[in-house]
């Protein structure tokens, strides 16, 4: 790989905490007013990125808040200064023409830091409480390849004309365009194979779920072998971290967080109702016991400070630009990791 420095991102917490929800020391909180202050104070640590998941329920308990990604997103854009705000979207929920309007506008607001995230959903609950279809697993791909064939040059300022399978565009073109580059970044994010052959093809940066090391790296050499026509596809990692001065105060600090997720085991149970059984994070989260979402603490960044400083610059030796970051409670640790492992990474 080249020699990119590592690059360090937020969750934004869209529906509360990451790993255990019955916390006293982080009470849910999704609330506008906590992201704002969250995603300025990861800016002035000197995070270089957040990324605002989308739902329009929350998918852990539908009682509770849920921030909107992408009205959120362009709020963040307008209060941040430095820090990249990627929104993630189902490209089931917008038309494409009016979400590249969209992610241009938001462009436009935060001087070039936007991305988009295209994940192609899980949770068929959401989509049948909003009275909307949804496909299986690979036929969401396909939709996703055709959205995104169409978004990203109407993203670049070109005129489009499109008659495919689920969308047709007759002449369409956005302006003004991107002003301080050729579009906004896109992310994919998915690891089934057609979710590798989008990232391939179409994608920036392709996001894979937090796993050991050597999973990464397979990951990584199946998806540069595939064909692509544009500069070479970048790698993010999503990640738990838990860091401690000694190894014996990280495990107890991740025995703590195991016992307080072992009490959402029925809400869990509920969410797994409404999962797609084909989609592949599922399975990769299976394998092993883990903390936090998207693979969590799978990714083995529990640890001394030195230790999870060195792991992470394994993962980026192997290929892994972007780290996106979660913790609890957050903001506590998300401080700690900025002032003991950051500096570590970066040395």
Request: aromatic letters at 8%.
């Amino acid at each position: 790989m080249d020699n990119t420095p590592p690059r360090f991102g937020i969750w934004a917490l869209v529906h509360g905490s990451r790993a255990a929800r019955q916390d006293p020391e982080e009470p849910f909180d999704a609330s506008w007013a906590r992201n704002r202050a969250l995603v300025l104070e990861a800016e002035a640590l000197g995070f270089d990125s957040t990324l605002v998941a989308q739902h329009t329920f929350n998918p852990l308990n539908p009682a509770n808040g849920e921030l909107e990604a992408w009205t959120g997103s362009a709020a963040l854009a307008a209060l941040t200064s430095r820090i990249e705000i990627i929104a993630a979207i189902k490209p089931l929920l917008y038309n494409p023409v009016v979400l590249a309007k969209m992610a241009l506008q938001i462009e436009e607001i935060s001087g070039g830091r936007f991305a988009i995230n295209l994940v192609n959903a899980w949770n068929k609950a959401e989509m049948d409480k909003a009275g909307l279809p949804f496909p299986a697993h690979d036929d969401r791909y396909t939709l996703g390849d055709e959205w995104l064939s169409i978004v990203a040059p109407l993203m670049r300022g070109e005129t489009v004309h499109h008659k495919g399978q689920h969308f047709t565009v007759d002449g369409a073109r956005l302006v003004p365009g991107a002003a301080t580059r050729a579009r906004p970044r896109i992310y994919i994010g998915g690891e089934s194979q057609p979710a590798r052959a989008l990232a391939a093809a179409q994608g920036d940066v392709w996001f894979i779920n937090g796993q050991p090391i050597e999973d990464v790296k397979a990951l990584i050499a199946d998806v540069a072998a595939r064909p692509r026509r544009d500069a070479a596809l970048r790698y993010g990692l999503s990640a738990f971290v838990i860091a401690r001065k000694t190894e014996e105060e990280a495990q107890a600090a991740y025995d703590r967080l195991a016992r307080l997720a072992a009490l959402d085991a029925p809400m869990v149970a509920q969410q797994a109702v409404h999962t797609d059984p084909n989609v592949v994070m599922k399975h990769t989260m299976a394998k092993s016991d883990r903390l936090g979402t998207n693979g969590g603490t799978a990714a083995g960044l529990v640890g001394t400070y030195a230790q999870v400083a060195e792991r992470m610059k394994r993962f980026h030796e192997a290929g892994i630009e972007t780290f996106m970051l979660q913790y609890q409670p957050f903001e506590a640790e998300m401080r700690r990791f900025a002032a003991e492992v950051m500096p570590l990474v970066r040395r």
